[in-house]
């Protein structure tokens, strides 16, 4: 991919191995600079940076009420950060409006998303895990953007729940630039059918009945009730069940075209998936194989059989 092509990508600085952290190190992510690094043009902040902490400096924490901490130095709470990354926060939130997704730090009292320690009066955390104030700030800012965390993207539907999401959030921007129509996003919605059944069938039945009258309704309302609740349903993570579920109805759209033993073969196949035998990649590569010998003008568009790059190797693992 060109630069220009590719999808812009918010990203902790430290994690793109630049030595920012309060002791001059850094928390190098080969995911992103040896993998995402081709699709994903990373935008990199660093916020104690931004607000001129430099390196080295006094690392910091959160204190206080966890939905509302403080930043702080450590061994030093009359140095106070709070107001100045939530400023920063919110500048860089303006700025950067065209991202697609964002890879937080983990653990980070500016940039962790989850699982943040915010300590008490009596020197522990609280039982409640908080958010850092950067993070928190910006994804207020942008509540539907896809965001993660470098920790959790080793576990690999995590890694593919986001990266499905970032780059239907980017489809989704790229359709607001040609301007929304009521056919456009049922057009969109049709392309996303069976990514949403496998997320969730429940929120796919909701969503297209939010559609069923897109006609009699303003294509921007629509469009902004639509895309929240099509982010809120790729959220949810797909599981074998709903993935088997979405085999057997492509499946289907085969039994006229392949022979009883190709049947039976890509069958055996759903089936070793579903008993978590084989990773998905196995039954995926089998069906796009009698869709290339066998095209069907629907299924050819539809986003599930290629949500994101194959050579990602995402399905491999999940």
Not at 272 to 285: D, E, F, G, K, S
Request: aromatic share 10%.
């Amino acid at each position: 991919m060109t630069e220009d092509m590719k999808i812009k990508v918010g990203i902790s600085s430290c994690l793109l191995g630049e030595s920012v952290r309060y002791d001059g190190s850094h928390k190098h992510l080969r995911l992103a600079t040896e993998s995402l690094s081709r699709y994903f043009d990373f935008v990199p902040e660093c916020p104690e940076m931004g607000i001129g902490m430099g390196v080295p400096r006094k690392p910091i924490r959160l204190v206080g009420d966890v939905d509302k901490p403080r930043a702080v130095a450590v061994h030093d709470e009359s140095l106070e950060y709070t107001d100045a990354l939530t400023a920063f926060a919110q500048q860089k939130a303006d700025e950067h409006d065209d991202l697609s997704g964002y890879i937080f730090m983990k653990n980070s009292p500016s940039c962790g998303v989850f699982r943040v320690k915010v300590y008490q009066e009596n020197g522990y955390p609280a039982q409640t895990p908080g958010r850092g104030l950067y993070a928190r700030a910006f994804i207020d800012a942008h509540p539907l953007l896809p965001v993660e965390e470098s920790g959790r993207l080793c576990d690999p539907m995590l890694r593919e729940n986001f990266i499905t999401r970032v780059f239907a959030y980017a489809n989704w921007q790229a359709l607001r630039r040609e301007g929304l129509t009521a056919n456009r996003i049922i057009d969109f919605h049709s392309r996303y059918k069976y990514c949403l059944m496998a997320h969730s069938p429940d929120k796919y039945g909701e969503l297209g009945r939010m559609l069923a009258d897109a006609g009699n309704h303003d294509p921007e309302e629509l469009g902004e009730r639509y895309f929240a609740a099509l982010m809120e349903t790729l959220r949810s993570l797909a599981s074998r069940k709903t993935h088997t579920n979405v085999l057997m109805h492509l499946q289907g759209y085969l039994k006229k075209k392949i022979s009883s033993h190709e049947k039976a073969e890509l069958k055996g196949i759903i089936e070793q998936y579903r008993t978590a035998q084989v990773p998905l990649i196995v039954p995926m590569t089998l069906l796009k194989h009698h869709f290339n010998n066998h095209p069907d003008p629907y299924i050819n568009r539809q986003a599930y059989l290629q949500p994101y790059p194959d050579d990602l190797s995402l399905r491999n693992a999940i």
